[in-house]
């Protein structure tokens, strides 16, 4: 390639690992409950006291148990503190999509320069991490930097530790070594509960009746895309 296409490569390395904060997915507009409670501890411990011990700390469950919730509100507290840039937060698909492609085009300084900066890691559903025999070296190293240094590791999953043992092996690093806590799906009274609050952060002005049928089809969907689906609905009222 000519040398003025080599700086285009290593931007496109570095723009696709990293995923940009969710500023709605905080301490603040999370519903705590039987059902996350010590899931909730454990992150409010990391914010307080990160790269002790709970670390990596290991958040799994079905979609829907605010798994990604957690992980995205963990990283906007330490990010008040730490700054934005100093966190490097991603997903396992996005992650190995860009260790692979900055490895084939010869960039991968790029990310390692990431993790270098980064006093913080966050991936969110590393259980799609796809670990191939040209990546797994580099993924592992990229974890063991953050660990050598102490650095805060949270992880999400739909599966427990115990069903990982092969992503384990080709990352070189326990993910229970830490802390793993089991999300518990919310009651339906409780998904009513998070659809009426995002009703009313957004001014969607949404009924009884309305919240009721939402919660119902979110169960199906997911609720990832709450905020998004409330802000549709008000947006075509």
């Known amino acids: 390639a000519p040398p003025a296409a080599a700086p285009v490569a290593v931007n496109a390395a570095a723009l696709s690992l990293t995923d940009e904060l969710r500023a709605d997915w905080t301490f603040e507009t999370l519903l705590v409950g039987a059902y996350n409670r010590f899931a909730h501890a454990a992150a409010m411990s990391v914010v307080t006291s990160p790269g002790s011990m709970y670390n990596p700390l290991f ?3 079905v979609p829907g148990t605010g798994k990604s919730h957690l992980l995205y509100a963990i990283a906007n507290s330490m990010s008040k503190g730490l700054g934005t840039a100093s966190l490097m937060v991603t997903s396992g698909a996005r992650l190995s999509r860009a260790v692979s492609a900055a490895a084939a085009s010869g960039s991968m300084a790029v990310i390692d ?14 259980h799609l991490l796809a670990v191939t025999d040209q990546n797994k070296e580099l993924l592992a190293k990229l974890f063991k930097s953050f660990f050598d240094r102490s650095l805060q590791v949270v992880i999400t999953s739909m599966y427990p530790p115990k069903a990982l043992g092969t992503l384990e092996e080709a990352l070189k690093f326990t993910f229970s070594k830490g802390w793993s806590v089991d999300l518990k799906i919310p009651s339906p009274n409780v998904q009513r509960d998070l659809v009426s609050s995002v009703n009313d952060r957004v001014g969607a002005q949404l009924g009884g009746d309305e919240i009721g049928q939402l919660a119902d089809k979110l169960t199906m969907w997911g609720y990832s895309d709450l905020t998004l689906w409330v802000k549709r609905i008000a947006a075509m009222r």
């Open 113 to 126: 320069k990431k993790a270098a900066d980064s006093k913080a890691l966050f991936v969110d559903d590393i």
């Open 59 to 61: 958040l799994y469950g």
